[in-house]
T-cell receptor
Framework: AQKITQTQPGMFVQEKEAVTLDCTYD???????LFWYKQPSSGEMIFLIY??????QNATEGRYSLNFQKARKSANLVISASQLGDSAMYFC????????????FGPGTSLSVIP | DGGITQSPKYLFRKEGQNVTLSCEQN?????MYWYRQDPGQGLRLIYY???????QKGDIAEGYSVSREKKESFPLTVTSAQKNPTAFYLC??????????????FGDGTRLSIL
């Protein structure tokens, strides 16, 4: 069955350091994509970055990049030069393979940036 | 600016009362979604709609109802049948494309509490 796993419930990183948030998935869909969202304590969900399964290069968006390893079914989010404002919950997600109408979310990782 | 507006930001419900959460979008998206998030948890799908006058139950639809009379609006009613409605509710929208690459865009959420 399709599933997204985020094994790190909580992470800490020193300000200005880089951090990697893990996401592994299982799907039988040959064409799929992974999304990452950020949820600050205020509650809104912010779309950060997308990686398609057939994309030739790893996605990058400013300080966010994806370490996409298709054979290992992992799409880890890398945040470079962490800032205090990066402290938030981070969710990995993908469209439901049985119906692209729906989205499946991972359980999330809480990131705390330490000054 | 295009976006999704949820109101109110905070809502209190008395026992036996129905309450309605508003969600309006001006992104011209066909699909709209309602999620429930409990403290420290991920998102659970309540209802979703791909087109006006049509909607489908998600994973936790019991005790909730929706309508989709206009493309821009997707209100959620929390009925008295929902015995544990205290949670954070997020509304989202997205393009319907038949592909797996369309992200969802979220509102700022409504926090519902029982009096």
């Amino acid at each position: 069955a399709q599933k997204i796993t985020q094994t790190q419930p909580g992470m800490f990183v020193q300000e200005k350091e880089a951090v990697t948030l893990d996401c592994t998935y299982d799907t039988s869909d040959p064409s799929y994509g992974l999304f990452w969202y950020k949820q600050p304590s205020s509650g809104e969900m912010i779309f950060l970055i997308y990686q398609g399964s057939y994309d030739q290069q790893n996605a990058t968006e400013g300080r966010y990049s994806l370490n996409f390893q298709k054979a290992r079914k992992s799409a880890n989010l890398v945040i470079s030069a962490s800032q205090l404002g990066d402290s938030a919950m981070y969710f990995c997600a993908m469209r439901d393979e049985t119906s692209y109408d729906k989205v499946i979310f991972g359980p999330g990782t809480s990131l705390s940036v330490i000054p | 600016d295009g976006g999704i507006t949820q109101s109110p930001k905070y809502l209190f419900r008395k026992e036996g009362q129905n309450v309605t959460l508003s969600c309006e979008q001006n992104l011209n998206h066909d699909a709209m979604y309602w999620y429930r998030q409990d403290p420290g948890q991920g998102l659970r799908l309540i209802y979703y709609s791909q087109i006006v006058n049509d909607f489908q139950k998600g994973d936790i639809a019991e005790g909730y109802s929706v309508s989709r009379e206009k493309k821009e609006s997707f209100p959620l009613t929390v009925t008295s049948a929902q015995k544990n409605p205290t949670a954070f509710y997020l509304c989202a929208s997205s393009i319907v494309s038949g592909y797996s690459n369309q992200p969802q865009h979220f509102g700022d959420g409504t926090r519902l509490s029982i009096l």
